[in-house]
């Protein structure tokens, strides 16, 4: 499965932006999905991750209540609503996927990866 992330930009604190990833190549309907971000000298860390069907979620404890991961099937594309903004959340943000029916927590987990989309959140 192919992966287009889109969507960041430049942004002030407090302020909101929705990324999309557009899946290609076959259905993500099987695929477990997931959002994760790499900031400049650090390492790659999972933002959100949702099952196929998007019955479970997971999200990483500093995102809790701010970012939202949601999925349409039959559009083929995973959704991250984020809000409240800050600073600390600018990175680059890459969507993935793994096939798997349960929802998955780490980078290593996911085995297609799309390019990454630019998240600046300005002070």
């Known amino acids: 499965v192919q992966l287009q992330a889109s969507g960041g930009g430049l942004v002030q604190a407090g302020g909101s932006l929705r990324l999309s990833c557009a899946a290609s190549?076959?259905?993500?309907?099987?695929?477990?999905m997931g959002w994760f971000r790499q900031a400049p000298g650090k390492e790659r860390e999972t933002v959100a991750t949702?099952?196929?069907?998007?019955?479970?979620?997971y999200y990483a404890d500093s995102v809790k209540g701010r970012f939202t991961i949601s999925r349409d099937n039959a559009k083929n594309t995973v959704y991250l609503q984020m809000n409240s903004l800050k600073p600390e959340d600018t990175a680059i943000y890459y969507c993935?996927?793994?096939?798997?029916?349960?929802?998955?927590?780490?980078?290593?987990?996911?085995?297609?990866w799309g390019q990454g989309t630019l998240v600046t959140v300005s002070s």
């Open positions: 190549g076959r259905t993500v309907s099987g695929y477990a």
């Open positions: 993935a996927a793994k096939r798997g029916f349960s929802v998955y927590y780490t980078p290593a987990d996911f085995g297609s």
């Open positions: 949702i099952s196929w069907s998007g019955g479970s979620t």
